[in-house]
């Protein structure tokens, strides 16, 4: 109990708040880290799932090959860049590392969301005269949108949580406050860090929570 209090004592001090390796940097940080992956993740493999979902074909193959990224541990995708040319380019490697990582629950989740889409309603779609933009656009990916929402908030939620291994590439954000307790032999300082990481999760969980609850009902898996 005694390590738990010393880490509160360390969360609460106002010290550790201010200046370049405050929490409050080191947050911001790591909420920039994690929003940049997400957004990089999404044009990645919104785009395959949903033109694959819609024409039926590929997409088995695709999924697969995406989850054999989720075998295979972000940590030795990172060592493995940092080795590369690109390891000499900033945060590049974590960058790239975070998004191979949060790809496959999107790509999965969207595609299985555009085939789980009723065919009746895409045959009534088709037969009502539409193209095949406007049955994707208008019919397939409303309908298909909770699913997609799902993957989204999968992959934010485990992307704050493995942001953290930016800092062993030398880059920013809360892993930078666990990295440096570490090294002072800080456990406190160690486990104040981990709670600040599963906090911002809990947080970025109840935040796609509460838009979804907030969405309107075919957003929410309404039909109605």
């Not at 000499?88 to 496959?104: C, D, K, N, R, Y």
């Not at 994707?136 to 949108?145: F, I, M, Q, S, T």
């Not at 920013?172 to 486990?191: D, H």
Request: hydrophobic residues 55%; contains cysteine.
């Amino acid at each position: 109990m005694k390590t738990f209090s010393d880490a509160w004592s360390w969360l609460t001090s106002a010290a550790h708040w201010s200046g370049e390796n405050g929490i409050g940097h080191r947050l911001t940080e790591h909420l920039w880290l994690t929003a940049l992956c997400l957004v990089l993740s999404c044009l990645v493999a919104l785009p395959v799932a949903l033109v694959l979902g819609h024409l039926g074909k590929g997409g088995p193959l695709a999924v697969n090959i995406s989850n054999v990224g989720r075998a295979v541990p972000t940590f030795a995708v990172l060592v493995l860049l940092l080795l590369t040319p690109l390891g000499t380019h900033g945060e590049w490697p974590t960058i790239i590392a975070l998004i191979l990582f949060a790809v496959p629950p999107l790509l999965t989740n969207a595609y299985v969301g555009m085939r789980e889409v009723d065919r009746d309603v895409v045959r009534a779609a088709r037969g009502m005269g539409m193209t095949g933009r406007q049955l994707l656009l208008r019919v397939e990916l409303p309908l298909a949108l909770p699913l997609i929402l799902t993957g989204v908030r999968i992959a934010a939620v485990q992307l704050v949580a493995t942001a953290t291994l930016a800092a062993l590439a030398g880059g920013g954000g809360l892993g930078r406050i666990i990295t440096a307790g570490f090294n002072l032999a800080s456990t406190p300082q160690v486990v104040a860090g981990a709670v600040l990481v599963a906090v911002f999760a809990l947080v970025v969980e109840g935040l796609f929570e509460a838009v979804q609850r907030l969405a309107p009902r075919w957003a929410r898996g309404g039909f109605g």
